[in-house]
């Protein structure tokens, strides 16, 4: 077995992901939940989205909730935004790391963005030069990286590709999204060994659903290939509106749970993460799909000797 980190980054994906595909709810609560996650010692976490309201009722009011947020030291706070006004709206509050998407999927593509693949990069380009010259950094997400609900298989060399075309317009970051929740431990093999085949020195964060129950082995067949950024959800919140059947993101409390399990650090205190799903359940009003929220013993395991 490969030998695995002693620290393990994790951006809480909820405040956005999350609630962004669950019916709207007050603005006061998506304060409350933000505030409680960031209480978690969580160091990254991605808090809204700068979307027209139109397409993403749920994120209508995230520079009220941005404004009203508070804002823990030692966190590292990031938006997504879809386009040039979201990047200046982003921009405008005071966000200096931005995320934007591209799916490696044409058709997901032109569900999401009504653009294709190609279209939606040539944006990108002027979008990172936008962000670079605010000073702000710039991360791609490439969505259906793992697989398409509407094309099938994704052929890793495409998305290392796209990853090409990205790094060379000047992203600092990279990120896979599994958004349909087809990834296994194989597509995640492959898929990072083409990406690290030509872009070896680029970070990448990987993103995992867990539709089909596989989510905690692609993390740990991640950390067997040396990744130790990845984002979660708290709740288990989350899915993609554009993409059918793809439900459930990976529950951050079900990742903190294993790694710590295994000696692996990630900094967040899992008591506090389960009192902030069992918050997002209350502001919700039903249950989520982590089972470390009802499975105990909940928290504080003992990791077994080396």
Same mark, same amino acid.
């Given at each position: ?26 603005? #006061?609560?998506?304060?409350? $939940?933000? &505030?409680? /996650?960031? =209480?978690? @010692?969580? !160091?990254?976490?991605?808090? %809204? ?72 990069? #040539?944006?990108?380009?002027? $979008?990172? &030069?936008? /962000?670079? =010259?605010? @000073?702000? !950094?710039?991360?791609?997400? %490439? ?81 067997? /290939? ?81």
């Amino acid at each position: 077995m490969a030998e695995l980190p002693d620290f393990v980054s994790i951006r809480e994906v909820g405040p956005r992901d999350g609630l962004q595909n669950e019916d709207p709810i007050p603005t #006061d609560a998506k304060v409350r $939940l933000l &505030d409680a /996650l960031s =209480g978690t @010692g969580v !160091r990254r976490i991605e808090a %809204v989205s700068f979307v027209h309201p139109k397409a993403i009722p749920q994120m209508a009011d995230a520079d009220e909730v941005w404004q009203r947020a508070t804002k823990a030291d030692g966190v590292r706070y990031s938006a997504l935004v879809p386009n040039t006004r979201g990047a200046q709206r982003a921009l405008a509050a005071g966000f200096t790391e931005i995320e934007v998407v591209v799916s490696a999927s044409d058709t997901h593509n032109r569900r999401n963005v009504n653009r294709s693949t190609e279209e939606s990069l #040539d944006d990108i380009a002027e $979008l990172i &030069d936008l /962000l670079h =010259g605010a @000073g702000a !950094r710039a991360e791609v997400i %490439v969505a259906t990286s793992f697989g398409c609900p509407y094309e099938g298989d994704v052929d890793p060399q495409r998305v290392a590709g796209i990853v090409d075309r990205v790094v060379r317009d000047g992203a600092d970051r990279v990120a896979f999204g599994d958004t349909t929740g087809m990834g296994t431990p194989r597509r995640v093999r492959e898929l990072v060994t083409a990406v690290r085949d030509r872009n070896a020195h680029v970070p990448v964060l990987l993103h995992f659903h867990n539709t089909r129950g596989t989510a905690l082995a692609n993390l740990l067949t991640a950390l067997e /290939l040396g990744i130790t950024e990845f984002d979660a959800s708290v709740g288990g919140l989350g899915g993609c509106p554009y993409a059918p059947g793809a439900s459930g993101n990976l529950a951050t409390e079900e990742a903190v749970h294993m790694l710590h399990d295994m000696g692996i650090d990630t900094g967040i205190d899992l008591d506090a993460l389960i009192e902030a799903a069992e918050l997002a359940e209350e502001l919700l009003g039903k249950k989520l799909p982590s089972g470390v929220l009802r499975a105990g013993p909940r928290t504080r395991l003992t990791p077994l000797p080396a």
